[in-house]
């Protein structure tokens, strides 16, 4: 049977307050043990799988240099890009690959886009969508070929009304029941183009 006075102290807002104040102290040392534990490996993670994502669109023959060691983003009005630079072996620009943000039907779709020295298209990825199942994910190589239709397509060799999906008197297909999805990825990828050229111009 515990003694009247040291009920009283178990009972006592500062006792409780300590013991809680504790609890968490133990908590949070022992989170950020693990997360200084896992952080190595979590980042190396996150890397392979940024580099996996550029290897669809920058074949590794095409570079020597660490590509995610050149990230760097620039903004021309309200677009934004993160930018990885291809080297060759003497060390001279060989291509980009270009991270960007078209303005789909369902929400943002995020791009990958490689282009050779020239500013052609070595290839172009989805890598995250919100489109309709069964209509606008026809972007993803998995559900259909359509992407691949950006390859080897550059401003010198591709007019500007070229640049548009068929229904729009363009060069790309569209999707039956999903005209603006591929409509929103054509224009957002032929925008990064003129964009880089004009950067490549500055």
């Given at each position: 049977?515990?003694?009247?006075?040291?009920?009283?102290?178990?009972?006592?807002?500062?006792?409780?307050?300590?013991?809680?104040?504790?609890?968490?102290?133990?908590?949070?040392?022992?989170?950020?043990?693990?997360?200084?534990?896992?952080?190595?490996?979590?980042?190396?993670?996150?890397?392979?799988?940024?580099?996996?994502?550029?290897?669809?669109?920058?074949?590794?023959?095409?570079?020597?240099?660490?590509?995610?060691?050149?990230?760097?983003?620039?903004?021309?009005?309200?677009?934004?890009?993160?930018?990885?630079?291809?080297?060759?072996?003497?060390?001279?620009?060989?291509?980009?690959?270009?991270?960007?943000?078209?303005?789909?039907?369902?929400?943002?779709?995020?791009?990958?886009?490689?282009?050779?020295?020239?500013?052609?298209?070595?290839?172009?990825?989805?890598?995250?969508?919100?489109?309709?199942?069964?209509?606008?994910?026809?972007?993803?190589?998995?559900?259909?070929?359509?992407?691949?239709?950006?390859?080897?397509?550059?401003?010198?060799?591709?007019t500007s009304k070229g640049w548009a999906v068929k229904k729009d008197g363009g060069e790309f297909d569209q999707f039956t029941g999903a005209t603006i999805t591929p409509r929103a990825v054509v224009n957002a990828v032929h925008q990064a183009l003129l964009d880089?050229?004009?950067?490549?111009?500055?």
């Open positions: 049977m515990a003694l009247p006075c040291v009920e009283k102290h178990i009972n006592s807002s500062i006792y409780q307050s300590l013991s809680l104040a504790f609890a968490v102290g133990i908590s949070s040392a022992l989170l950020l043990g693990l997360n200084i534990i896992t952080e190595p490996a979590i980042a190396q993670r996150v890397n392979e799988d940024k580099l996996a994502a550029i290897d669809l669109v920058m074949p590794q023959q095409h570079y020597s240099n660490s590509l995610l060691a050149t990230e760097h983003s620039f903004s021309i009005d309200d677009r934004t890009y993160t930018v990885y630079n291809a080297l060759n072996k003497q060390q001279q620009s060989s291509g980009y690959v270009v991270q960007l943000s078209a303005k789909g039907y369902a929400g943002p779709i995020n791009l990958l886009v490689g282009v050779n020295a020239e500013l052609s298209i070595t290839g172009v990825r989805v890598l995250n969508h919100s489109e309709t199942p069964g209509l606008g994910d026809k972007i993803e190589l998995a559900k259909n070929p359509w992407i691949l239709s950006f390859n080897d397509k550059s401003l010198a060799n591709t880089l050229n004009t950067k490549q111009g500055s």
